[in-house]
């Protein structure tokens, strides 16, 4: 009965392990589902603890029942032979340590099972088929992902147990031996303990012999799962990099994988030689198997090594083609690249004015500015005060006044690190200061007359003369939002700056968990403060609001996704709220023949996730992305309430859905190499490309991918793309252009336009080697790079248009003060033999296409020096001069010597016009 009270004592302490027994843990467990209930995601939150209890308990049971059992079975042939009668009271004491030393064990074992096996499990039973069989084996792609990882660790407990059952067996003996010797009549025929010395633990012959066949039935059981193991290790030759390319090569193959059989069956053999030589008492039998084990492998190491020296190497090639074959059609599965487009694109630089014309949308998103530069502008000029930060820039489209355009728009969070250090008071940080507000936004193309971005949205409150009303601008939820906030109290929330006083609010979404008495408790305890539960501000119908920080929260949801460092914000045109997208990665390192990616621990990837988090009410929803992915197909499978159909996407989120940036260089950076099908070409590395290389701001870099929007030759609108170019290695012409799109059901097509090798096409490298030669441009970019301000050069972008290509690069001027914004002040287009520097797109743009104007004037103001045209009417080129020499006073007596400089050339243009006129005339 005492034993019976004992066991169901290991188990409900086994279960409270599990659930966690501390205090805090138990605090911490009731608080996370109810915030997960507030979410709606109860049976996400319970999955992991449900499986964990169901794999957990039967398997306490199980391996409890394997221990005591074969422990108790020790001791009673032990007392049987050696004729040992105890008293009741005694023995008791002993089992119960046994049961106690049985259960800690058992206990240790379950809950290291249970913590790191539950989802390898789940994902074992609801494993989705990739209808891919790798080319060794034979087998689905799921196998590897899903079914082999468990069953590895399966063979691994097996002979965790068997070593630990053998390590139970002499310590068993050893204390019955202690404290339980044979009776002296059963002494007659005895082994000593050790040899060279008499020991006064001795025990019969039979007793030694039952000792023995339990071992050699463990060993047996242990040799049998090494084979197992051995056949399973075979699997892993799929990822060898043995030979020249990733995955099982010639050698592997013909070698390698027949010594893992032929080792697999003499493990076998070796299991049934160790019990029959333990069981006969002959050594040899014993150690013969594991000896020839060890034989065969060192000569299967030295005989793959000799094979690919002397047979493989000689004629790698032909030996080795048939797996690099393999190598490149797995890469290409695995990294999403068996599906891109290629496509010749024939350069012809033939473009005419009706061609810009009937591409004015492209010329008019044509990015002139640029995001990083742009963080600093938007927090000097937008900042207001100075807790407000803009963290990122995100960069989307939208449909602005009719006209589609690309934009870079970003939150203005509150960032509570930067209050004043007598403002950092408790209330405040969690009653008062709760929320950001409001966003900046600016098109990609257009400047102000200082060089910078033109603000279609901005301000406290949002202002704007778009057709984009904000009219939830309060962000709870963000990147910068890192504590807890309690809303709905008797404090009233700061909502904005309002002149000299602050303008105030009361939250009316729906986040947060409603702090009633029993919740006062339990959140006070969570977060280590006492002011949750004795502050007179907090009432009953106030709610804390948890894991702000939409980083934190989508990974305290789930976890076993991958998501981008970029979340980006959307400003929904319907009913003026604010959301942020996050895209989520599945990953796995289990794929085949498929190459890792860099310091990356997968070598698959693919973006089959779109989180959407509501920026005021914290609502999170996760969207299946690419639903023919079999890793989320199995999620969606675990975890029922989770996911969501991408059909069921708001319209207005999926407009906004972007091709990310992070899976765009990861393809790009694998298509560099494994663009080429050829396994011939391949093994010579004779087409391998790289990223185009840029000077960027003052350095030579790597260029980054662009979102750019322009029309695909033989479409009929413009699209939103993301777009990196190649050069063939350690050249720098142009050999491709790889594009991912993004509208509609164009989502996630890729793209290549393949470049004729036949004829050089100027990669931006050779673009920014003729800007440094140009006679006209270099001489400028020195002179302004001398007087207190240093030149940065931006992010050269090609475009193309019909079947030319056109390159454009900003150039910011920044002063050498404290504090001072990089500003727009140049842009260099080039096209064809043309190169230019002038101050607006438009400009330069007429300058090289010999045109007055490609775009229309939209009312924006004429950049300082910039003249449309020079008439020929004489008393307006003499009212233009005056205008010109007083301009350049202006600019001299302000110390601005670029502009001055413009405005003298400027005059000069007008003098030389007004004298070729008097000279004719």
Do not use: C
Not at 443 to 470: C, F, H, M, Y
Not at 678 to 696: L, R
């Amino acid at each position: 009965m005492k034993n019976k009270s004992m066991f169901i004592f290991i188990i409900i302490f086994s279960i409270l392990i599990i659930l966690g027994s501390s205090f805090t843990s138990l605090i911490n467990f009731i608080t996370d589902y109810k915030w997960f209930s507030e979410l709606g995601y109860q049976k996400t939150f319970m999955t992991k603890l449900l499986t964990q209890l169901k794999v957990g308990i039967p398997a306490f049971i199980i391996i409890f029942a394997l221990l005591i059992s074969y422990v108790m079975s020790i001791k009673k042939n032990y007392y049987k032979e050696a004729n040992i009668i105890t008293e009741k009271r005694s023995e008791k004491t002993l089992n119960t340590i046994f049961v106690i030393v049985s259960g800690v064990i058992s206990l240790f074992i379950t809950t290291t099972l249970a913590s790191n096996l539950w989802f390898t499990i789940l994902k074992f039973i609801n494993g989705q088929k990739f209808n891919v069989a790798d080319p060794i084996f034979n087998k689905d792609i799921s196998f590897y992902v899903f079914k082999l990882p468990l069953i590895k660790e399966i063979v691994s407990i097996v002979l965790l147990l068997a070593f630990i059952l053998i390590i139970a067996t002499v310590i068993t003996y050893a204390i019955l031996l202690s404290i339980r010797r044979p009776a002296q009549d059963n002494i007659s025929n005895v082994y000593e303990i050790s040899s060279g010395r008499k020991m006064s633990s001795i025990f019969n012959k039979k007793i030694f012999n039952i000792a023995l066949l339990q071992i050699g039935l463990i060993g047996f059981v242990i040799f049998i799962m090494i084979g197992i193991n051995l056949m399973l290790n075979s699997y892993s030759l799929l990822y060898s990099a043995r030979g020249v390319a990733y995955g099982a090569s010639y050698t592997d193959v013909h070698v390698t994988l027949w010594i893992y059989r032929i080792n697999a069956v003499i493990a076998v053999l070796s299991a049934i030689g160790f019990l029959i030589g333990v069981i006969k008492k002959k050594p040899k039998w014993a150690i013969a198997g594991p000896v020839l084990l060890i034989a065969i492998t060192i000569v299967g190491n030295i005989g793959g090594g000799l094979v690919q020296r002397f047979i493989v190497e000689p004629d790698e090639i032909s030996k080795e083609k048939e797996y690099l074959q393999y190598n490149i059609e797995f890469t290409q599965k695995a990294f999403g690249l068996d599906d891109v487009k290629q496509e010749d694109f024939k350069i012809e630089q033939n473009l005419t004015k009706q061609d810009l014309d009937e591409n004015l949308e492209t010329i008019k998103n044509i990015k002139i500015n640029d995001y990083r530069p742009l963080g600093q502008v938007y927090n000097q000029l937008q900042g207001i005060r100075s807790y407000y930060q803009f963290n990122d820039i995100d960069i989307d489209r939208y449909n602005i006044n009719g006209d589609y355009k690309q934009v870079f728009l970003s939150a203005r969070e509150l960032d509570q690190n930067k209050l004043n250090e007598q403002a950092k008071t408790w209330i405040n940080k969690h009653l008062k200061y709760t929320h950001g507000y409001g966003v900046a936004l600016s098109p990609v193309n257009s400047i102000t007359p200082e060089g910078q971005p033109e603000l279609l949205i901005k301000n406290i409150p949002p202002v704007t003369d778009t057709n984009l009303k904000i009219k939830r601008p309060e962000i709870y939820f963000g990147e910068l939002t890192n504590d807890y906030v309690i809303v709905n109290s008797d404090e009233k929330e700061f909502d904005f700056p309002q002149g000299s006083d602050n303008k105030e609010t009361v939250y009316e979404g729906t986040a947060g968990i409603k702090l009633g008495s029993f919740n006062k408790l339990l959140f006070s305890i969570r977060e280590g403060s006492m002011k949750i539960l004795i502050s007179s501000n907090i009432n009953s119908d106030s709610k804390i609001i948890l894991n702000r920080d939409i980083h934190e929260r989508v990974e305290k949801i789930a976890p076993f996704i991958g998501y981008d460092g970029d979340p980006y914000l959307v400003i929904n045109e319907e009913d003026g709220k604010l959301y942020w997208i996050i895209d989520g990665y599945t990953t796995t390192n289990k794929y085949p023949y498929s190459q890792k990616y860099k310091n990356y621990n997968f070598n698959y990837i693919r973006n089959s996730v779109k989180v959407v988090i509501d920026a005021y009410n914290g609502t999170t929803k996760f969207y299946v992305f690419n639903e023919e992915d079999p890793i989320i197909n199995t999620y969606k499978e675990i975890f029922s309430d989770l996911f969501e159909s991408k059909d069921k996407m708001p319209s207005f989120i999926k407009v906004h859905t972007r091709y990310p940036q992070f899976l765009f260089d990861i393809q790009s950076d694998v298509y560099k190499v494994y663009h080429v099908d050829n396994p011939m070409v391949f093994y010579n590395g004779e087409d391998i490309w790289d990223k185009a290389e840029e000077i960027y701001m003052e350095g030579q870099q790597e260029i980054e991918s662009n979102y750019l929007m322009f029309k695909i030759p033989g479409e009929t609108k413009e699209e939103f793309l993301i777009t990196v170019p190649y050069t063939p290695k350690g050249k720098p012409n142009l050999t491709g252009l790889f594009i991912a799109r993004n509208d509609g059901d164009n989502y996630g097509k890729l793209l290549l336009y393949k470049f004729s090798k036949e004829k050089t096409v100027q990669g931006p490298n050779m673009i920014e080697a003729v800007i440094d030669q140009d006679s006209n441009i270099s001489p400028q970019l020195t002179l302004w790079g001398q007087k207190g301000s240093k030149v940065l050069r931006g992010n050269l972008v090609i475009i193309p248009i019909e079947n030319s290509l056109l390159y454009v690069e900003p150039i910011y001027i920044q002063a050498d003060t404290n504090n001072s914004i990089p500003q727009v002040k140049k842009v260099i287009v080039s096209y064809k033999n043309k190169i230019v520097m002038e101050n607006t797109l438009d400009a330069a743009l007429a300058k090289v296409f010999n045109y007055k104007q490609v775009i229309p004037d939209d009312g924006q103001q004429i950049q300082p020096g910039e003249l449309p045209d020079i008439t020929d009417d004489f008393e307006t080129l003499i009212k233009t001069a005056n205008e010109y020499f007083e301009k350049s006073k202006e600019a001299s007596q302000a110390g601005d010597w670029a502009k001055y400089g413009e405005y003298i050339k400027k005059l000069e243009e007008v003098l030389n016009k007004l004298n070729s006129i008097s000279v004719n005339q």
